[in-house]
């Protein structure tokens, strides 16, 4: 009997641990159903399995850094979409993410409420899928290359200053730097962003790091993100991320102390180190070989041209269509200090990496609120109660009018606020905001009948004022005194009109007098028939005699005037002819 009850336990144990084994495997596989857990930073929740196929951490960050933000409000659902069943919501800490363990399957990772100061980010669509992490970007699953670890700031890195190896001739490195590791020496580390501090100083191989008292620990975090490398840069060489992060990845591939080209035969350790730094610098910082100070000038004389060759060598690597393994990853380390440079590993490891859900939140633009206050005067300055029980303040913007306005007076406040506004312009300049009273003109509203004169001050830090001075009404004027009509004048009496004028019956014309015939001239001698006497006129000329003929006896009539005129027309008559006819006998 006891040995039948032996083998019934034993059989029974086999059927518990066969249930178990089916148990683990599907849940290895990704195939319980239902299967999500939130891991170390909070409880489990919805349906939640204590073992899940993948591993995602989820990160609320700035845009752009890897500062943690905390208030963030982050809700998970099951599906594409927000209308799904709700697996998870969760306000995010300033310190840590939030790290799920997912069965396979499409979720959707949404911000709900962002933290003061940040705009909510859109939605993450994500697949989990045999171990894998997709995220959908313009309608397609792609496989994500993001991990971190779930602790942040957990890494200390220090420049080796007990090394004093050559980069050539005299000339010492100095930027041997390592992560620490178990206090002390850890992988090879390159730095970026030139211009920023090293890592700090240790002179005894990492057992002791020497920080400086006014910056603190500084601490990294080790991440993996391809396509997040170049926000990390100040001044890249390629703007475009995929390939910005290959061609770190093919210069540290090829370079110290993997050296999978073989470029550093024939150079120290140092020398191949210097080359690499320099080739690194060459895309991070964008900086010119035969240019560059910082303690490299010596790659431009003859003992820096053992390194000068293998720089170009690496960068002819850098810029072939060679590709480097795709298992070669890198790990970059972040600084918590922005004064200090970020961080390049040479030696990738998976161990303690999640897939990493960046959500990342923009910051906005600083805002500020600007108060007003209106005061009431009399005359002589003196407050006075208002006299009505509202005015309307707008504000302007740069002198410009915005149409946001407030109403002073309402609710017995004479005070109020305008909220929400912009510092400065989109090219970066300063706002300047003021009011003004709505009514006023020149300086001067009219409120209840009576002019008050209006004026501003303030400013926007301490609060704008609006003051009403009543305005003081001018002495009246005596009225002068009206000019006594003057006396109207008599009208003149009229003009007899004067008796028209007979008119003067016109002068007759005179008849005109008949020409007198020519007289016929005679010969020289007395002419025949004539008879001289006094009545008669004679003209001797050459020889010839001209006579007048006689007088005709004048009228003693009215007419002798023109009788008179007409008789002396004729006499000149005469004598022009008498003469006229004597000159052409003589040419004859």
Partial sequence: MLEAGEKMRALRRSAVFAVLAAVVFLCMAGQVPNAFAEGASGPLVANASPIGPTKVLVKKVEKGTETLLPDATLTVYRGEGTSGEKLLERKTAGDVGIDLELSDGIYTLSETEAPQGYAKASDIVFKVEAGKLYVKSQGVFVESQDAEE??????????????????????????????????????????????????????????????????????????VKPGKLIDHTQHPRVSDPALFYQKIQKVIYAGFPNDANGLGSGLTPTEFKTATQLAIYYYTDSIDANTIEHGF?????????????????????AESPETAPADFKLNMFSCNNGKYQNLIGTNYKQDGLLYTLLMEDEKLPARKSVSVEKVW?????????????????????????????????????????????????????????????????????EVAGKKFEVAYGGNMGDGLTVANKLKKAADPVDPVDPVDPADPVDPVDPVDPVDPVDPVDPVKPVDPVDPVDPVKPVGPGDPEGLTSGKANASVDRDGWRVVAPKSPAIPATGDSFAFGAAAGTVFLISMVTALVCARRAKRR
Avoid at 387 to 410: M, R
């Fill in 377 to 445: 005067m009399g005359e002589d300055g003196a407050p006075i109660a208002a006299p009505v029980e509202s005015i309307e303040v707008e504000l302007l913007k740069n002198g410009e009018a915005t149409g946001s306005k407030k109403s002073l007076g309402a609710g017995g406040s004479w005070k109020a606020s305008f909220d929400d506004l912009d510092v400065k312009t989109a090219d970066g300049t300063d706002i300047v905001y003021t009011v003004r009273e709505t009514g006023e003109s020149d300086g001067v509203v």
């Fill in 150 to 223: 779930i602790a942040s700031n957990n890494y200390e890195a220090f420049a080796d200053r007990d090394d004093d190896s050559f980069s050539w001739g005299t000339t010492p490195y100095g930027k041997h730097y390592y992560l620490r590791d178990n206090g002390g020496m850890g992988e090879v580390l390159y730095c970026f962003n030139i211009d920023l501090h090293e890592p700090p100083e240790s002179y005894d191989k990492g057992a002791q790091i020497d920080y400086d008292p006014f910056d603190g620990d500084v601490k990294y975090t080790r991440i």
């Fill in 297 to 317: 000038q010596g790659i431009r004389e003859e003992e820096g041209k053992k390194v000068r060759a293998a720089f170009d060598a690496l960068i002819a690597y």
